[in-house]
Nanobody, 124 residues
Framework: QVQVVESGGGLVQAGGSLTLSCSASGRTFNLYGMAWFRQAPGKEREFVAAISWSGGVTNYADSAKGRFTISRDNAKKAVYLQMHSLEPEDTATYYC?????????????????WGQGTQVTVSS
């Protein structure tokens, strides 16, 4: 079983930046598709960004494109989400997800392992 752990959340003012980190166990991390989802109170889980096994292909939600950057470091078995120009609407618990089959789609059903989440709160 793959263990997934997120970190880096916190409180930031609107317009500020945060970088989230995710680590995942497994010898084949370099073959995993990775993604970030988020969920705000009273809302459904929402796709944010995903990245292919090589890091060569990324997918972004419209709300994230241009503001957020997903990246990965396979040597460190880590994936990151750099967030800039944060808005109160970005406030949510952010979850890191693993697709052990290497996918990087927008649908939560395809991901196999999830972290516990890290809270991001953006104040206006």
């Amino acid at each position: 079983q793959v263990q997934v752990v997120e970190s880096g959340g916190g409180l930031v003012q609107a317009g500020g930046s945060l970088t989230l980190s995710c680590s995942a166990s497994g010898r084949t991390f370099n073959l995993y598709g990775m993604a970030w989802f988020r969920q705000a109170p009273g809302k459904e889980r929402e796709f944010v960004a995903a990245i292919s096994w090589s890091g060569g292909v990324t997918n972004y939600a419209d709300s994230a494109k241009g503001r957020f950057t997903i990246s990965r470091d396979n040597a460190k078995k880590a994936v990151y989400l750099q967030m800039h120009s944060l808005e109160p609407e970005d406030t949510a618990t952010y979850y890191c997800a693993v697709d052990q089959d290497g996918g990087y789609g927008r649908w939560h059903e395809e991901y196999d392992y999830w972290g516990q989440g890290t809270q991001v709160t953006v104040s206006s």
